[in-house]
């Protein structure tokens, strides 16, 4: 059976396996439709919201861009991971036992303020937004990858899939659809990563073998690896390069902006006690950490594969040959990515050789003349297909390769579904039930969902067609714009009852403001390419580039509404009350009747 | 008033508490080690590399994990010790 027919077989069968799913629990009311009538156990939802959570960024794309940079990109792991502690200790159990259906709900009421819970719906919006750019990003290669062509059809066909995917099913459809999700792309993502760890370190854990020893030459890994990448004239691997202000910032964007994300907290709404959602974050993490704690492995391990399989006779040897490149077993997976459009390589100096390496160091520059190279000649590699691409630079056996395409697949599907519903869910719910047309029936509210779903796919393929970054960093600027918006709000509308509507609205707008502004200055005007004014190389203040700037706007946010609330009329009791009431566990139940 | 009176009031002042002491340690263990006190760290090594390296990579993911168990762990009790959970 050849390699196409098995990706097909695979991501047939996976995809055959959710839409039964669905269909199974097609949610039948609006409150099935957001919440699954709370009847979720903890342990389920903390493996749906795994699969919620881990979107194309973390399978496609994260272990790409941690290979390619080394530790400066370990924000990615610990902002990622980190951000569920904040979820867990200062809002998932308070936010459960205020017992409505969406974050806007809640700062509406807790802000009593229906321009509060408008203005949280345009943060939500814009952030899921961008959020699934990142994500349609993701569908498109792994789309274009397994059909073989080249990844902007792959985008128009998967943006169909994931429309017609997401309409179908509510919360509950999706929220078993995404425990049938999270073990597919967790056994995907593991066992490649198995195979590879044992192949250099003889260690079947990944983890592990990371901080092993690398087999062939007898060094540890990772004193491998960096031996290699600087023969090769790049930043070693384990060293720190970028600014420590920068990625201080960044990581903290990352976290805050995880735990201020729509689509994850509304998880937490669907646990059925206050308790379970305090477990519930700890079980999400343990699900998440699982692939983060084998995602650096991947990262390092491709990294030494890839100088391996250019250099096959050792940096100081001759590289490989062109003649190689076309007809060697090994290196048929070069020819596949290149109909994607995301790899590519040119014999720049006819020595039918392509010399690998960077061509920006100077001591690579003088090697360079002395040898007659003239440039890098690996001309293009996408980090997003680094993941995708790894079991077969290992050579692995195709039905791991078919694996690992319908694992990203299912990645990127389960957030797409996700952020649209919570698109969904802000549209109909807050704004157009909640404040234009109150007395909606349910029917047309279901109706307004699912025409919502498709305007956000039609935005997000159109801005996907010319994304901002690699698919993990278009995810890292919504994170950044969730960070500045909507978690100051959540925090402080819990831990403090001093902080009323005028300065919560201020707050929020304040930071949504500087962020979208910094990240437009930098990405260009709603991501139009060539109309930004700074680059993140040489970014505006100083070392902050514009995916770390969300840590500032939510400090602007906390301040605005802290000085706002000072000068302006205190909180209401009744409000106060509320705030007293949802810091205590007792009486959740009651509290869970809808809207 | 009411201000006063969440400020006396035991079962949040411990949950109080026990986030901070959490949130210390999430912050030492991720930006501290991980990132800014990686230079002083320097010394000890791991499998080819340093402890700083572990803990961006993995130790701050590993210790985020025991932070929220333990913290549902002592809620729940605190809970219970001033009646406050669940019917």
Redesign the interface.
């Known amino acids: 059976m050849d390699q196409f027919t098995l990706n097909l077989l695979f991501v047939g069968g996976s995809f055959a396996l959710y839409i039964g799913i669905a269909i199974w629990a097609r949610a039948g009311s609006t409150s099935e439709f957001y919440a699954a009538g709370r009847g979720v156990h903890p342990v389920t939802n903390g493996m749906a919201t795994a699969a919620d959570w881990m979107s194309a960024a973390s399978f496609i794309s994260m272990a790409g861009l941690i290979a390619f940079t080394g530790?400066d990109n370990?924000s990615f792991?610990?902002g990622w991971?980190?951000g569920?502690?904040l979820l867990?200790?200062?809002l998932a159990?308070y936010l459960r036992k205020f017992g409505k259906f969406t974050v806007s709900e809640f700062i509406g009421d807790r802000f009593y303020s229906p321009t509060a819970r408008l203005v949280a719906v345009i943060c939500l919006l814009i952030a899921s937004i961008t959020y699934v750019i990142g994500q349609m990003q993701g569908v498109g290669i792994a789309f274009g990858r397994f059909l073989e062509i080249d990844a902007t059809t792959g985008l128009l066909i998967g943006s169909c899939v994931v429309f017609a995917y997401a309409v179908f099913g509510g919360m509950k459809g999706v929220t078993y659809t995404q425990v049938a999700q999270y073990c597919v792309l967790i056994t995907a993502y593991t066992i490649p990563a198995v195979f590879i760890s044992l192949q250099l370190t003889g260690n079947p854990i990944p983890?592990l073998g990371?901080?092993?020893e690398h087999t062939s030459s007898g060094?540890?890994?990772?004193?491998?690896l960096?031996q290699i990448v600087r023969d090769l004239g790049f930043a070693e691997y384990?060293a720190?390069h970028g600014s420590?202000i920068n990625?201080?910032l960044f990581?903290?964007s990352l976290?805050i902006g995880t735990a201020g994300l729509p689509h994850v907290i509304m998880r937490f709404f669907t646990v059925p006690?206050?308790?379970d959602a305090?477990?519930s974050?700890?079980w999400t993490?343990?699900f998440i950490?699982l692939l983060?704690?084998t995602a650096?492995a991947v990262g390092a391990m491709a990294r030494l594969n890839i100088s391996e399989l250019m250099w096959p006779n050792g940096t100081d040897g001759a590289a490989v040959s062109v003649e190689q490149i076309e007809n060697d077993p090994q290196y048929a997976w070069m020819a596949t990515w290149q109909k994607t459009g995301l790899l590519d390589w040119e014999d720049k100096n006819g020595d039918g050789m392509i010399q690998y390496y960077n061509d920006a160091n100077a001591d690579l520059q003088a090697k360079a003349a002395e040898n007659g190279w003239q440039g890098n000649e690996l001309t293009n590699f996408n980090r997003d297909i680094l993941v995708l691409a790894n079991p077969e630079i290992a050579s692995l056996p195709g039905w791991v390769i078919g694996l690992v395409a319908a694992g990203g697949l299912a990645a990127a599907l389960s957030t797409a579904a996700g952020l649209l519903l919570a698109i969904s869910s802000a549209v109909s719910h807050d704004l157009l039930k909640g404040q234009l047309t109150p007395n909606m029936s349910e029917k047309s509210e279901l109706l307004a969902a699912r025409i919502s779903m498709a305007a956000a796919i039609v935005v997000a393929v159109l801005l996907g067609l010319n994304p901002p970054g690699f698919a993990a960093q278009t995810v890292a600027l919504a994170f950044g714009l969730a960070a500045a918006s909507i978690f100051p709000a959540l925090m402080m509308g819990i831990f403090s009852?001093?902080i009323n509507n005028t300065g919560a609205v201020a707050g929020m707008l304040a930071g949504l403001v500087v962020t979208l502004l910094y990240i437009f200055l930098h990405k260009g005007w709603f991501f139009i390419p060539d109309t930004n004014m700074f680059t993140d190389a040489d970014p505006l203040l100083g070392p902050i580039k514009s995916t770390s700037f969300g840590a500032i706007g939510a400090a602007v946010n906390f301040a605005v509404a802290y000085f706002v609330s000072g000068a302006t009329k205190e909180t209401p009791?009744e409000i106060?009350?509320l705030v007293?009431s949802v810091?205590?566990?007792?009486?959740?139940?009651a509290a869970a009747a809808g809207h | 008033m009411?201000?006063n009176?969440?400020e006396q009031n035991p079962?949040?002042q411990a949950?109080i508490r026990l986030?901070t002491i959490?949130?210390v340690i999430?912050a030492i263990v991720?930006?501290g080690f991980?990132?800014?006190l990686?230079p002083l760290l320097s010394g000890i090594a791991?499998?080819?590399?340093?402890l700083g390296?572990?803990f961006?990579?993995?130790g701050?993911?590993?210790v985020?994990?025991v932070?929220?168990?333990f913290?549902?762990w002592r809620?729940?009790g605190l809970?219970r010790k001033y009646g406050?959970?669940?019917?």
């Open positions: 530790y370990s792991l610990m991971t980190g569920y502690v867990a200790l200062l159990p983890a990371l901080f092993g060094e540890p890994l990772l004193a491998k960096d384990t720190a420590t990625m201080v990581t903290l976290m006690r206050v308790s305090r477990w974050a700890g993490l343990v950490a983060y704690l650096p009852t001093r009791q106060v009350e007293e810091r205590v566990p007792r009486g959740a139940g | 009411s201000q009176q969440q079962y949040w949950n986030i959490s949130l999430w991720s930006f991980g990132i800014i990686r791991v499998g080819g590399t340093d390296f572990w961006a990579q993995q701050s993911i590993l985020f994990l932070l929220i168990f913290y549902a809620m729940n809970d406050v959970e669940e019917e």
